[in-house]
């Protein structure tokens, strides 16, 4: 079964804390993409990773295909990185999307 | 380049009713995936029509279908409506099929079934 997990479900920071939003999904994939919703639920594509790291301005996302795990991270978080991030896969063979359920982020300032 | 853009952006409709959504996909895109989201869920596939033609579906039964026009905008119709069709309508467009590409979404539609 192609399924993609996200954690934690919920993270609260501080303004300036460094955070984390890990992702792992359970077979092979050709690409995955990091996702971030705000309120409005208007989704924005951060990153779409096959393999290494990619980095945009204060984002970094890196994935390690052996271990089927990505992570997301913010540096010097910001109230305006409040929103919903989503990791989404698409696995061999298919042209769909499977979403995880997404990790609400609140930073407060 | 112009984005997805869906419409309209917010509907209210009676159970037992029928709806239509809309989406006009980016510029260059010819595929267009429909997805639905519950409040507090991830978005869920519904299908993906690619120039013109259906290409695949999720677990959503057959109330629920779409067209895809020549110039690549697409339509989500949805019959006989439930309640629990309530949800978010995201569509997201692509160019091509079997490649590593990117997607770009809609705003969505926000349903809600009274």
């Known amino acids: 079964k192609n399924e993609v997990e996200q954690s934690p479900q919920n993270l609260t920071a501080q303004e300036g804390e460094f955070i984390t939003i890990n992702c792992s999904y359970s077979?092979?994939?050709?690409?995955l993409h990091w996702l971030q919703q705000h309120p409005g639920g208007g989704i924005v594509s951060l990153f779409m990773?096959?393999?290494g790291k990619k980095k945009h301005g204060r984002l970094i996302a890196t994935i390690n295909i052996q271990e089927k795990h990505s992570s997301l991270h913010i540096t010097a978080s910001h109230p305006r990185d409040s929103a919903v991030y989503i990791c989404?896969?698409?696995?061999?063979?298919?042209?769909?999307?499977?979403f995880g359920t997404g990790t609400r982020l609140q930073v407060f300032p | 380049e112009t984005g997805v853009t869906q419409s309209p952006t917010h509907l209210i409709k009676t159970r037992g009713q029928q709806v239509t959504l809309r989406c006009s996909s980016q510029s260059g895109h010819n595929t267009v995936s429909w997805y639905q989201q519950a409040l507090g869920q991830g978005p869920q596939f519904i299908f993906q029509y690619y120039r013109e033609e259906e290409n695949g579906r999720g677990n959503f039964p057959p109330r629920f279908s779409g067209l895809q026009f020549p110039n690549y905008s697409s339509e989500l119709n949805v019959n006989a409506l439930e309640l629990d069709d309530s949800a978010l309508y995201l569509c997201?467009?692509?160019?091509?099929?079997?490649?590593?590409?990117?997607?770009?979404f809609g705003s969505g539609t926000r349903l809600t079934v009274v």
């Open positions: 990773l096959s393999s």
């Open positions: 997201a467009s692509s160019a091509g099929l079997g490649q590593v590409r990117g997607y770009t």
């Open positions: 989404a896969v698409r696995f061999l063979n298919t042209d769909k999307l499977i």
């Open positions: 077979v092979g994939i050709s690409a």
